[in-house]
Structure formats: structure tokens, C-alpha cells
């Protein structure tokens, strides 16, 4: 018999209650535990057990980032001592290393030598360095049992050119494949093909790539499931796909958006879209109406303000009779500010043209409402219903990370038969002096002082919860945050009381750190979602 403390007093507990069970697990089962950690905190771990003090010498997964170390020094110290005291009787199947900027070149074959002596039991592996990229493709073609293969490589220095990517690189057993800053040769048909040779892929990631001496990337893939394109070259002006498995379609611009044809895209499920950038033009417009075309039978749709307001650029859209979306059970929208672009111009320009069919008075009103910072609105009227024409059941859910910033009142208004059914923050709502004041209003609402009372009736809200310290707030972060697409099947779950859409508006807080921590942590995000560009 024992007794311990609790917050009631002392309590008397048997034996059996007071029984160390995690030591009682079998080894088998630790190591499975363990291999969940990055290999410094399984390190950090196993000095809770004296039966533990070795364990991390086999764990069978290392996954090492230099963020991770208060210094560069204790990392590549730290990463030397695992590769040599590791129990060499234990082939690691997952190895990842991310170490953003130079590498040492002796540490870096060390690294490398590591991986070609195991390379028959590699089944994932993960490198993100500056180094010398023509070692690192050599030692990872050597690696031919893979099925996940994750490259970022970049050249020593400041060198911003792309990795070539070899096309005679053959692996037979790997499904995902997630590739950074590489460039793909194209053939005399002016035509990059650069993944025949993987035949079981069925996750493609491309970020910031490009094709050289060709104008159009073909990806041929019958096992093809998920497909995701962020942030690559404006050289890379066409994407052709002959995939007729493909169900998830993810896409992130940076300065141009790509056409998309090809076959087997009527198998595509959902679609997210994302944009942050705020110039555009007609092209882009048209390209975005091509994809609802391509993309027909799509049922979940994501995609940012900015993305609804370069496709209702496209003249006449909303006198076009859709002939798909026909299958849309959900529409999410994220908005996100606009403060100048073409995008911003171009937008003006389309308001005005619209004001100028009705009378020149209606014209003169807008340019002076333009003078006195009226902003197109972030959704544009009646892109929503254009959207949801053949689905006017589709559930539309609208979150943002800058409440504060949108006149979230008016949003609602402007998309007709739509219910607020579910108003949820993902965290507190942020004050008016954190976050820049940025009022998105309607032309039929230009006056400034409409502006000024949806903020005065806004400030209170926010102003009742309690302010709460950085260190009240870190266990909050980390939890993982519930997208909208969490909330989407609960709220399906509800009988639906008429024909009409729900509308969801789901507020976010931007973590505010140092804008050096801030670009790390961004990436290391990135780099743990292969589909998801989770900038945004």
C-alpha cells in the first residue's frame, strides 16, 4: 500500500494503482512510441529510464532540423555523434533531413555514406540543403526500395539555380515524391515528361520548379491520386495531365497561373486554389474559368477572395450557363486583404464599366467613392451564386485570420439566401491596434461612416475577452487548429431547414513573431505538408 498527493490531500492507493506500466511495455512497442519524436527530443526521452538509455540507438526513423538547434554548431555535432553511435544492426527506414542554407561538405558525406549503406532498407527519405545536389541525386538513385522521396536542394552560396532533375532516375517502389527548386529538360516536341518512369506514383508535389527548353510539363500517371503545384516558374506555361485516377487537386500562384489540359480531369474530387498574389490580368481570368470547365465534377472547392476576384474579371461571366460544378456539395473561401496591384486596378476598372451601363452619375458617384478609399469588395457580388448555379445546395463556409480588417456584415448580405448557421473563431479575436484597418465595402455602402459602425460595434467584442499572456497562449497553438473543411461534416449532419446554402464565417489570429522566426517557422510548416501550401 501507498499513498501519494492529490490537490484533495493524501490518498491511499494499492499496489497494482501505483504500478510503472509504460516500463512494463515491450521494447517493440517504445520504439514504435519513439519513433513519432524528432530524433533530439527521443534523445531527451530516453534519459527518463535507465532501461531506456539506449533505446534511441535503434529507433528505426531520424528526423533532424537545424531550427531545431540554438546553434549551427551544436547541430552539426549533434547529427555526427547519431550517425556514429547509432546500433549499426538497425536499419532506420525513414531518414529526414532539413537544414535550410549551406551544409558542410564532410558532414554532408557523412550524411550521404550513412544512407548508401542502409539504402536497401530506406523506405522514406527527406533532404532539404545547399550542397552539392549531383552527390545527393547520386546517393538517393542508389536508394531503390523508397516509396516517399522528399528533395529540396538548393547549390552552396547564393547560387538561385534550379537542380536538374535526372531523368534517369529510377525508383519502382516509390508512391510520393515531393520535389523543390528543380527544372525538367524537355524533348524536341518542346515537351517535359519527367515521372514515366515511377509507375506506382500516387503523390506529386511541385514547388517552385520550371522546364527548360520546353514550354509545356506532361504528367502521364494511371495510379495518380494527388497532385499539388506551388509556387513554380512562370516558364513552365502549360500543364498537361493524362491522369485518370486523380482526386485531389491543390494549386498555389505566385506570379502567373498556369493552363491546365489534358485528360481523366472529370475524376477530380476537390480542388483548392490559393493566391496571394495581387497582380493579374485578363489571361489569368480566362485561365480560372477554363479549370471550372476542365474540372467538372468536382464536389469540394477551396479557394482565396483574391482568386473569386480575378474570375469575375472575365466579361459576361455571370450571363454563362455553367455546365458543370453540377456535383458541388462545398464552396470555402479564405479572405485575404488587397492594398494595391494591378489586381486592385483592374477590379475598379470592371465596377466602373459596370456604372457606366447604368448612368454617368452612377459613374461620377464611384470615382469620388474610389478617391475616398472605397475598395472593391472582397467577394465579388454574385460570384458565389455563379458558382453554386447547378448546386444551389452547396454549403459555403468564408474565414479569414484579419476579422478586424472586412466588413464581415456586408459579405454576408451580399450572397443572397445565405444563413450564418455556425459563427466559430479558430482562436480570439484579434484587437483593431494589432492588425491593420483595411474596410472592404459595396458600392451601394461608400460612405466612411458605415465603415466606422461595423468597427464600433466590432471593438466591443473583441475588448470583452481578457488579453492573454504568450504563455497562456502556447498551448492553444499547439493544438492543431480546426479547418473549415473540419467543420463541414458536422454541419452537414444537420437537417437543412431549406434550399438555401449555409454560410460559415470562421475568424483566425495571426501569430505574431519576429519576421526572421516567423520565415522559419513557415517553412518547417511547409515542409511537414506535402499537399497543403500552408502559407496562406
Given at each position: 500500500?501507498?499513498?501519494?498527493?492529490?490537490?484533495?490531500?493524501?490518498?491511499?492507493?494499492?499496489?497494482?494503482?501505483?504500478?510503472?506500466?509504460?516500463?512494463?511495455?515491450?521494447?517493440?512497442?517504445?520504439?514504435?512510441?519513439?519513433?513519432?519524436?524528432?530524433?533530439?527530443?527521443?534523445?531527451?526521452?530516453?534519459?527518463?529510464?535507465?532501461?531506456?538509455?539506449?533505446?534511441?540507438?535503434?529507433?528505426?526513423?531520424?528526423?533532424?532540423?537545424?531550427?531545431?538547434?540554438?546553434?549551427?554548431?551544436?547541430?552539426?555535432?549533434?547529427?555526427?555523434?547519431?550517425?556514429?553511435?547509432?546500433?549499426?544492426?538497425?536499419?532506420?527506414?525513414?531518414?529526414?533531413?532539413?537544414?535550410?542554407?549551406?551544409?558542410?561538405?564532410?558532414?554532408?558525406?557523412?550524411?550521404?555514406?550513412?544512407?548508401?549503406?542502409?539504402?536497401?532498407?530506406?523506405?522514406?527519405?527527406?533532404?532539404?540543403?545547399?550542397?552539392?545536389?549531383?552527390?545527393?541525386?547520386?546517393?538517393?538513385?542508389?536508394?531503390?526500395?523508397?516509396?516517399?522521396?522528399?528533395?529540396?536542394?538548393?547549390?552552396?552560396?547564393?547560387?538561385?539555380?534550379?537542380?536538374?532533375?535526372?531523368?534517369?532516375?529510377?525508383?519502382?517502389?516509390?508512391?510520393?515524391?515531393?520535389?523543390?527548386?528543380?527544372?525538367?529538360?524537355?524533348?524536341?516536341?518542346?515537351?517535359?515528361?519527367?515521372?514515366?518512369?515511377?509507375?506506382?506514383?500516387?503523390?506529386?508535389?511541385?514547388?517552385?520548379?520550371?522546364?527548360?527548353?520546353?514550354?509545356?510539363?506532361?504528367?502521364?500517371?494511371?495510379?495518380?491520386?494527388?497532385?499539388?503545384?506551388?509556387?513554380?516558374?512562370?516558364?513552365?506555361?502549360?500543364?498537361?495531365?493524362?491522369?485518370?485516377?486523380?482526386?485531389?487537386?491543390?494549386?498555389?500562384?505566385?506570379?502567373?497561373?498556369?493552363?491546365?489540359?489534358?485528360?481523366?480531369?472529370?475524376?477530380?474530387?476537390?480542388?483548392?486554389?490559393?493566391?496571394?498574389?495581387?497582380?493579374?490580368?485578363?489571361?489569368?481570368?480566362?485561365?480560372?474559368?477554363?479549370?471550372?470547365?476542365?474540372?467538372?465534377?468536382?464536389?469540394?472547392?477551396?479557394?482565396?477572395?483574391?482568386?473569386?476576384?480575378?474570375?469575375?474579371?472575365?466579361?459576361?461571366?455571370?450571363?454563362?450557363?455553367?455546365?458543370?460544378?453540377?456535383?458541388?456539395?462545398?464552396?470555402?473561401?479564405?479572405?485575404?486583404?488587397?492594398?494595391?496591384?494591378?489586381?486592385?486596378?483592374?477590379?475598379?476598372?470592371?465596377?466602373?464599366?459596370?456604372?457606366?451601363?447604368?448612368?454617368?452619375?452612377?459613374?461620377?458617384?464611384?470615382?469620388?467613392?474610389?478617391?475616398?478609399?472605397?475598395?472593391?469588395?472582397?467577394?465579388?457580388?454574385?460570384?458565389?451564386?455563379?458558382?453554386?448555379?447547378?448546386?444551389?445546395?452547396?454549403?459555403?463556409?468564408?474565414?479569414?485570420?484579419?476579422?478586424s480588417s472586412f466588413n464581415l456584415k456586408q459579405i454576408e448580405e451580399s450572397i443572397k439566401g445565405a444563413k450564418i448557421n455556425d459563427y466559430r473563431s479558430r482562436f480570439s479575436v484579434p484587437s483593431s491596434s494589432k492588425l491593420p484597418r483595411l474596410s472592404l465595402r459595396s458600392s451601394s455602402s461608400v460612405a466612411p461612416a458605415s465603415a466606422d459602425k461595423s468597427a464600433s460595434e466590432a471593438a466591443p467584442a473583441s475588448a470583452t475577452e481578457p488579453a492573454k499572456s504568450a504563455s497562456d497562449a502556447a498551448p492553444a497553438s499547439a493544438e492543431p487548429a480546426k479547418s473549415a473543411s473540419d467543420a463541414a461534416p458536422a454541419s452537414a449532419a444537420e437537417p437543412a431547414k431549406s434550399a438555401s446554402p449555409y454560410l460559415h464565417l470562421c475568424l483566425g489570429e495571426k501569430d505574431y513573431k519576429?519576421?526572421?522566426?516567423?520565415?522559419?517557422?513557415?517553412?518547417?510548416?511547409?515542409?511537414?505538408?506535402?499537399?497543403?501550401?500552408?502559407?496562406?
Amino acid at each position: 500500500m501507498a499513498w501519494i498527493r492529490t490537490k484533495f490531500g493524501r490518498t491511499r492507493v494499492s499496489g497494482d494503482q501505483n504500478q510503472d506500466r509504460l516500463s512494463d511495455l515491450p521494447e517493440c512497442i517504445i520504439l514504435h512510441i519513439l519513433s513519432f519524436l524528432s530524433i533530439q527530443h527521443a534523445v531527451q526521452t530516453c534519459v527518463l529510464s535507465t532501461r531506456w538509455k539506449h533505446l534511441w540507438k535503434r529507433i528505426p526513423t531520424i528526423r533532424l532540423n537545424s531550427f531545431q538547434f540554438r546553434t549551427l554548431k551544436i547541430f552539426s555535432v549533434f547529427l555526427s555523434k547519431i550517425l556514429s553511435l547509432r546500433d549499426t544492426s538497425t536499419a532506420p527506414h525513414t531518414f529526414d533531413l532539413f537544414r535550410h542554407r549551406d551544409i558542410e561538405p564532410r558532414l554532408l558525406k557523412k550524411f550521404l555514406n550513412y544512407v548508401f549503406y542502409h539504402n536497401t532498407h530506406l523506405k522514406h527519405l527527406g533532404i532539404s540543403v545547399n550542397g552539392d545536389t549531383a552527390l545527393i541525386l547520386s546517393c538517393v538513385s542508389s536508394c531503390r526500395a523508397l516509396t516517399s522521396l522528399k528533395l529540396s536542394l538548393h547549390p552552396r552560396g547564393r547560387d538561385p539555380t534550379e537542380t536538374l532533375f535526372p531523368n534517369s532516375l529510377n525508383l519502382p517502389l516509390l508512391t510520393s515524391l515531393d520535389l523543390t527548386n528543380f527544372a525538367f529538360c524537355g524533348d524536341e516536341s518542346g515537351c517535359a515528361d519527367p515521372f514515366l518512369a515511377f509507375t506506382k506514383l500516387n503523390t506529386l508535389v511541385l514547388r517552385c520548379c520550371k522546364v527548360m527548353d520546353a514550354q509545356i510539363l506532361s504528367i502521364s500517371s494511371h495510379t495518380l491520386v494527388n497532385f499539388a503545384m506551388h509556387h513554380n516558374s512562370s516558364l513552365l506555361a502549360k500543364i498537361k495531365l493524362y491522369v485518370p485516377s486523380l482526386c485531389t487537386f491543390n494549386y498555389t500562384g505566385n506570379h502567373h497561373i498556369h493552363e491546365i489540359c489534358g485528360s481523366g480531369l472529370s475524376s477530380v474530387k476537390k480542388v483548392n486554389i490559393k493566391s496571394r498574389r495581387f497582380s493579374a490580368s485578363m489571361e489569368d481570368a480566362l485561365i480560372l474559368f477554363s479549370w471550372l470547365l476542365n474540372f467538372a465534377n468536382i464536389e469540394s472547392l477551396t479557394v482565396t477572395s483574391t482568386i473569386l476576384q480575378i474570375l469575375s474579371l472575365n466579361p459576361d461571366l455571370f450571363e454563362v450557363k455553367l455546365h458543370s460544378l453540377h456535383k458541388l456539395k462545398s464552396l470555402k473561401v479564405k479572405l485575404i486583404q488587397i492594398e494595391e496591384g494591378s489586381l486592385l486596378l483592374l477590379m475598379e476598372d470592371a465596377m466602373l464599366k459596370k456604372a457606366a451601363a447604368k448612368s454617368p452619375k452612377e459613374v461620377e458617384k464611384l470615382r469620388e467613392a474610389f478617391e475616398t478609399c472605397l475598395e472593391p469588395p472582397a467577394i465579388p457580388d454574385g460570384i458565389v451564386d455563379f458558382l453554386r448555379q447547378n448546386s444551389p445546395s452547396a454549403e459555403v463556409n468564408i474565414r479569414t485570420k484579419y476579422p478586424s480588417s472586412f466588413n464581415l456584415k456586408q459579405i454576408e448580405e451580399s450572397i443572397k439566401g445565405a444563413k450564418i448557421n455556425d459563427y466559430r473563431s479558430r482562436f480570439s479575436v484579434p484587437s483593431s491596434s494589432k492588425l491593420p484597418r483595411l474596410s472592404l465595402r459595396s458600392s451601394s455602402s461608400v460612405a466612411p461612416a458605415s465603415a466606422d459602425k461595423s468597427a464600433s460595434e466590432a471593438a466591443p467584442a473583441s475588448a470583452t475577452e481578457p488579453a492573454k499572456s504568450a504563455s497562456d497562449a502556447a498551448p492553444a497553438s499547439a493544438e492543431p487548429a480546426k479547418s473549415a473543411s473540419d467543420a463541414a461534416p458536422a454541419s452537414a449532419a444537420e437537417p437543412a431547414k431549406s434550399a438555401s446554402p449555409y454560410l460559415h464565417l470562421c475568424l483566425g489570429e495571426k501569430d505574431y513573431k519576429s519576421s526572421n522566426k516567423g520565415e522559419e517557422e513557415k517553412h518547417q510548416h511547409n515542409t511537414d505538408s506535402p499537399l497543403q501550401d500552408n502559407e496562406l
